[in-house]
């Protein structure tokens, strides 16, 4: 019961969902490529993504020290089912604004 109060909880703030949508529309990205996309700052951003990586949402892979979210994969009925459902909102969603190269970010 625990990880589902906190998956309820996780969709409980229109930031996170916002980010659960960025991420769905544009896949795997740079935690840097979020930060400018989005227009947050660093620290705050970290608390959105931890929230939703431990209400199982999103993975992280580390590679050297940069982090890239993408939404987990096979997710379970309920979580997809979020997902779907947070398609369907009414959300304006920013453009992706890459600014990491291939194994590097420019943050």
């Given amino acids: 019961m ?3 109060l906190k ?7 229109a930031t996170r969902v916002l980010i659960l949508r ?3 529309e544009h896949g795997e990205c740079c935690v ?4 400018q996309s989005l227009n947050m700052i660093q620290s705050r951003l970290s608390r959105h993504l931890k929230i939703l990586k431990e209400a199982g ?3 992280v892979d580390r590679q050297g020290t ?3 979210y993408s939404i987990r994969m096979p997710l379970d009925l309920f979580r997809s089912e979020a ?4 398609k369907h909102l009414d959300i304006a969603l920013p453009p992706l604004k890459k600014t990491s190269e ?6």
Avoid: T
């Avoid at 840097?32 to 930060?35: E, N, S």
């Fill in 57 to 59: 949402f999103i993975r």
């Fill in 102 to 107: 291939v194994g590097a970010c420019k943050v």
């Fill in 7 to 13: 998956s309820v909880a996780a969709l409980n703030d």
């Fill in 2 to 4: 625990e990880v589902f």
């Fill in 32 to 35: 840097c490529d979020l930060q």
């Fill in 22 to 24: 960025f991420l769905d």
């Fill in 66 to 68: 940069w982090a890239y």
């Fill in 83 to 86: 997902i779907r459902e947070i």
